[in-house]
């Protein structure tokens, strides 16, 4: 029998926006931790949970806050797009983001979407 990694990883290299771009994404029992970079290094470190919400709305509301790095308004709002379907997707886990962007583009970001998709763990 083969032996199985308790920690689930997948990642991807693409060019995006002519810069070179890496993604990681690994599953743990109560937070996927999602790596962007176009650095090579993590960077900005950002929480992203999603909030208990009422009965009624379909999908909860994700609160940011920076732990490591720039606390910009850009990077919330990078991160929010970018963790917003892995949460949702994973059943409403937090998602730790790490991002280290040249590129903050609204393409950009929205081809970022779609490679972390791909990197899917959860």
């Keep these: 029998m083969a032996a199985r990694s308790l920690v689930d990883s997948k990642q991807a290299e693409e060019?995006?926006?002519?810069?070179?771009?890496e993604v990681v994404c690994t599953a743990f029992a109560n937070t996927i931790l999602v790596?962007?970079?176009?650095y090579g290094k993590?960077?900005?470190?950002v929480s992203v949970e999603?909030?208990?919400?009422?009965d009624?709305?379909?999908s909860p509301l994700l609160t940011t806050k920076v732990l490591l790095g720039k606390d910009e308004p850009l990077v919330h709002i990078c991160a929010k797009h970018l963790a917003t379907s892995v949460s949702?997707?994973?059943?409403n886990k937090p998602?730790?983001?790490?991002l280290a962007l040249k590129d903050k583009s609204v393409e950009g970001i929205r081809i970022l979407k779609e490679v972390i998709g791909r990197c899917r763990v959860w």
């Design 15 to 21: 060019v995006v926006q002519g810069i070179p771009t």
């Design 35 to 38: 790596v962007v970079t176009q």
């Design 42 to 45: 993590m960077g900005t470190l």
């Design 50 to 54: 999603p909030n208990v919400v009422a």
């Design 56 to 58: 009624g709305i379909s």
């Design 88 to 91: 949702q997707e994973a059943g």
């Design 95 to 98: 998602v730790l983001l790490a």
